[in-house]
């Protein structure tokens, strides 16, 4: 059993009874349990679980430690670039796009088949977004929407960022997660929250953002149901059966 099959099984595990033993994962996964404490140990590093005494248990609200930006440029790449491409394919020429902070929708313009397009209108409140596209004008015009800087995201957030975030009308809106727990798109600060959800109500489709290693996590702040959104785009490494679980209520892309 490849590793990353073995963390979705043992995430899965915790979803279902939100307390598991070494003893018992090794049993079911016909591993020894040194493994599964590696196993633990790493899952534990990417934020996906508690580690108790002889086991680990389902990460609650309050365990919940957001990483910089710059933290999370290095953790799940591919997954995310491999979410980023999806994303750029679904741009077209004329849209009215907003992207919103985080390293997976950092991705995107890498993955613009950029002479395709004749203009499109880029909104963001992400700083790292603005940078990218801003000497590609005309074909890209860029609106960055600002406000009070936060740079442990390199995001402008609060009342001004709000205020004008409310006059915007957008064909697609591509927002990142840092989890999805049952129902709830969750996300480390409501500030950036509330500017993502009043983004959301504005636009015409809306895709949430989210690697396979984010199901199950709950983050502080409930930013949106996902029976409300058009998509949720994640990676092909996510487990059959969240699929089949959230395929009853929203499309997913992976």
Known sequence: MLREERYHKILKEIELNRIVRVSDLAK???????????????????????????GARKKQVNDYKELSH?????????????????CAGLIENNDVVFIGPGTTAGFIYEFLDKERYDHVDIV??????FEQFKNDF????????????RSRTETFVGYFTNK?????????AFIGTNGIIKMSVTTANEEEGTAQKIILDN??????????????????HNLYDVRNISA?????SIDPELVSYYEKFVKIIK
């Open 232 to 236: 949720i785009i994640t990676d092909s």
């Open 28 to 54: 079911k996964l016909n591993v020894t349990e040194m493994t599964i404490r590696r196993d633990l140990s790493d899952l534990e590093e990417r934020e996906m679980l508690t580690r108790i005494h002889g």
């Open 138 to 149: 005309p074909r890209f015009e860029i609106i960055l929407v600002g406000g009070r800087y």
């Open 164 to 172: 004008m975030l409310h006059d915007f009308n957008v064909n697609k």
């Open 124 to 129: 963001t409140n992400s700083v790292t977004v």
């Open 203 to 220: 636009a015409s489709e809306t895709y949430i953002l989210a690697d396979s290693t984010k199901f199950g996590v709950e983050a502080f």
């Open 70 to 86: 710059l933290q999370k440029q290095t953790i799940n790449v591919e997954k995310k670039r491999s979410i980023a491409k999806h």
